[in-house]
């Protein structure tokens, strides 16, 4: 925590800031764009959301005041930057959020950049069929193996309450590759 409290006073320093925050967009930019992917899906929307999520960090790091772990409070920035994405874009096409991952889990296979193969493919679609939170929740417990007090700083919510959404995620998935 010493190391993250000299870290983000180096980001507030306007002398020290560009550094910084060249050395926070190269330890986070891979690891936020998979976040960010698992919840957008496309490549190009992932990009276009890491790079708003990168801006929001840079002018908010004064409002930063390490109650949580620095990356906890990117990757809550992330996901709400991915998601209030993913809720424009619905709007702006006129669909429902659920229509609209459809609609993306459908054009995954022509995405030059999905290296999924048909079982990637249909775990996409179980994935589309699960409430926002569950889908969190799993992306980040599943695909990038965080532990539930992480997930739990990321979407304040309680570790009970993660282990709960997991554990329905996981079956309502299980239940849905054994149907179709």
């Known amino acids: 925590m010493v190391a993250d409290e000299a870290f983000v006073n180096r980001l507030k320093n306007k002398e020290s800031q560009a550094q910084a925050f060249e050395e926070l967009v190269n330890t986070y930019k891979e690891r936020l764009y998979w976040h960010i992917r698992r919840i957008v899906l496309d490549h190009d929307d992932a990009d276009d ?13 004064d409002g930063f005041k390490g109650d949580s772990k620095l990356y906890s409070w ?6 709400n930057e ?13 669909v429902s959020n659920e229509a609209l991952q459809e609609h993306i889990v459908d054009n995954l296979q022509s995405d030059v950049y999905f290296e999924g193969d048909a079982i990637q493919l249909k775990l996409q679609k179980a994935l589309t069929t699960l409430p926002e939170k569950q889908k969190l929740v799993f992306n980040m417990k599943y695909f990038q193996d965080m532990k539930y007090d992480e997930i739990s700083q990321v979407l304040e919510t309680s570790v009970g309450g993660l282990k709960a959404s997991y ?3 996981v079956k309502k998935i299980e239940t849905y590759l054994r149907e179709d």
């Open 49 to 61: 959301v890491l790079q708003n999520t990168f801006i929001k960090v840079f002018k908010s790091i």
């Open 167 to 169: 554990h329905l995620a």
């Open 82 to 94: 991915a998601l209030s994405f993913l809720k424009q874009k619905s709007r702006k096409l006129g």
């Open 74 to 79: 990117m990757y809550r920035i992330a996901t």
